[in-house]
C-alpha cells in the first residue's frame, strides 16, 4: 500500500497520452485539475526528500516533482503503461550524489 503519491498534472496533450496508454482509469481530479499519481512508499519518499529536499506534501501526502523529473516520470508511467513504476523511475529521477563535491583518491 503506498504512503504517499507524486501528483503529474496533466494538460491536453499529457491527456490525450495518458488515454492512449489506456491509462484513463488512473485520471483522478486534484484541486479541480486533472491528474494522474504515482504511489510511492515510505522508503521512497526518504530517497525523494534527500534528492529533492524543496518538496512539499499536501494533506493527502501528494506531491509534486520538479519539472524536469516530472518529465521523465511521465514518460515511464507512459511507456510502462502502469503509474507502478517508482521502484523504476527513482534510479532515473534520484541522484544520491547530488550536491555532494567530488573528491580525489589519495594512494
Known sequence: MADYNINIFLDDE????????ELAGQVKEIDGKKAIQVPFTDKEHKKLIKGFPDLTFDASNGCIIPEN???????IVIDMKTVDVIKFAIMKIYNPLAGKSIRSARY
Not at 499529457?14 to 496508454?21: D, I
Not at 523529473?69 to 514518460?75: K, M, Q, S, V
Open 14 to 21: 499529457k491527456l490525450k497520452k495518458v488515454e492512449a496508454a
Open 69 to 75: 523529473a516530472e518529465n521523465t516520470l511521465f514518460g
